[in-house]
């Protein structure tokens, strides 16, 4: 048996699996503003400010859009590349959609959680469809259309609203400037005018028209409000997450406490076997050790020597059985890192095991437990199947992280033919099936490639962390 091991970087302490989930930015209530305090609220003028923002801004995310749309049907004689280009502006939308989701949150104060993140697929056209059939992308190119036609709309509305007010407020510092004009009456008149004869020109109609104006002004007030209320609405309709992905990011939660808290049971299980089942075993052989002896040298009839020596064999056997199915349950190995989980495995097969870890050390924390203990039972069988069926004479092992995942390549020289097999009629199925099913039971992925005649090489990638 030899055993070749290689660790590059020992593994961190105990992680946290909760480490890399991001927090949502907490924002500030909307302030309850009166009719009558329109005016004076900094709401008002906030949201007055976003609307001059977002009119200048709305024209490049619709200059994006029309670019995006052009160059695809430019490149539509090559599939690949108009896939590539259109995945990777529906992508792009969703980065001028976080800068539209900051904006909303600093100046409506808009409540806008971020959607899930993209997920990547394997292979060229999984890249491809994975991108062009992002939801959360296409939804952010919704939204750069639709708030641009809603901007042409609200901006001008907003300081028509606002303008004519304040104009009407000071119409009597700048009115008797304005150029002079004939009124019916035969006279030249200098001030706004509100009809075929009627000027706003003397001292009574200036305070009339500035009166006039201060409640125009708390009507524009409250216009600003809706209008900037509408693109409100829109942010937290499209730039969001949709009841279906915060379900669904909800039973991934569920599913991974659920991991999270089997995997602890398993451990509590095996920590109850060793010190508690297995110390009282070691007790119990021990006193029939004794009594066996002392059944000796008394003189006890051979029956009930024998009845003792069998029950003390009896118990060592239990022993040894006990000892297995707790490291089935947990191997203690791992308490150490799965680098020296993987090791003591290689160590114990009666194959040649190359084992090749490389995994970062401190401070970058550890994988999850149940990460971990996914990866020790997927090598543990793999192995077990290169030394009972494919009859080979080397496997190797190498575990290495990138992207947040986990990536194990095992590798034999056996005679290939390994398949995951279709459970039958009553549900039987082989240990590759079981396994594949816990890889995916976290997010991962399972291959086999095991042509006739070999080599047989399974790919498993695991995420560091569980959602």
Request: net charge neutral; proline share 6%; glycine share 10%.
């Amino acid at each position: 048996m030899v055993t070749d091991v290689h660790v590059r970087e020992p593994q961190a302490a105990a992680g946290d699996a909760q480490a890399g989930l991001r927090r949502r930015r907490a924002v500030r209530p909307l302030e309850d503003v009166g009719f009558w305090r329109g005016p004076f609220s900094a709401r008002t003028w906030r949201e007055l400010g976003f609307l001059l923002v977002v009119m200048p801004w709305s024209v490049v995310g619709a200059v994006y859009v029309v670019v995006m749309i052009a160059l695809t049907a430019g490149l539509l004689v090559t599939v690949v590349g108009a896939g590539f280009v259109l995945g990777g502006m529906v992508l792009g939308a969703r980065g001028l959609g976080a800068l539209d989701r900051g904006l909303a949150r600093g100046m409506l104060r808009a409540d806008i959680a971020s959607p899930p993140a993209f997920r990547p697929r394997r292979g060229l056209w999984g890249s491809i469809w994975a991108m062009v059939s992002d939801g959360a992308g296409w939804r952010a190119v919704a939204f750069l259309v639709l708030q641009f036609l809603l901007s042409l709309a609200t901006l001008p509305l907003a300081l028509t609203f606002l303008v004519t007010p304040l104009g009407a407020i000071t119409h009597w510092i700048w009115g008797p400037y304005l150029p002079a004009s004939p009124g019916t009456d035969g006279e030249m008149h200098r001030g706004a005018q509100l009809g075929p004869s009627f000027f706003v020109d003397t001292p009574s109609r200036y305070v009339a028209f500035a009166l006039l104006g201060v409640l125009l002004l708390f009507v524009g007030s409250a216009v600003v409000r809706g209008l900037a209320h509408l693109h409100r609405i829109l942010a937290e309709a499209l730039l969001g997450p949709t009841a279906a992905s915060l379900r669904v990011a909800s039973l991934e939660h569920s599913r991974g406490r659920a991991v999270e808290d089997a995997d602890l049971t398993l451990r509590r299980i095996e920590r109850n076997l060793h010190d508690g089942t297995q110390a009282r075993l070691v007790a119990i052989a021990m006193q029939l050790g004794e009594a066996k002896e002392q059944a000796v040298s008394s003189g006890t009839p051979e029956e009930l020597t024998d009845l003792i020596s069998a029950a003390h064999t009896a118990t060592k056997e239990t022993l040894v059985e006990l000892r297995e199915l707790a490291r089935g349950i947990h191997p203690p190995a791992l308490d150490n890192g799965l680098a020296v989980a993987l090791e003591t495995l290689g160590a114990r097969s009666p194959l040649p095991v190359t084992v090749d870890v490389d995994l970062p050390g401190p401070p970058a924390p550890r994988p999850a437990e149940a990460i971990e203990t996914i990866a020790y039972f997927c090598v543990t069988e793999l192995l077990t199947n290169a030394i009972k069926h494919a009859r080979a004479t080397a496997v190797h092992v190498r575990v290495t992280a990138r992207d947040r995942t986990l990536h194990l390549v095992i590798s034999d020289d056996g005679v290939g033919g390994a398949a995951i097999l279709v459970p039958d009629v009553a549900g039987h199925h082989s240990g590759l099936v079981g396994l594949a099913e816990r890889v995916r039971s976290v997010d991962g992925d399972f291959a086999l490639s095991s042509p006739p005649g070999g080599p047989t090489v399974v790919t498993v990638v695991l995420p560091l962390h569980i959602s």
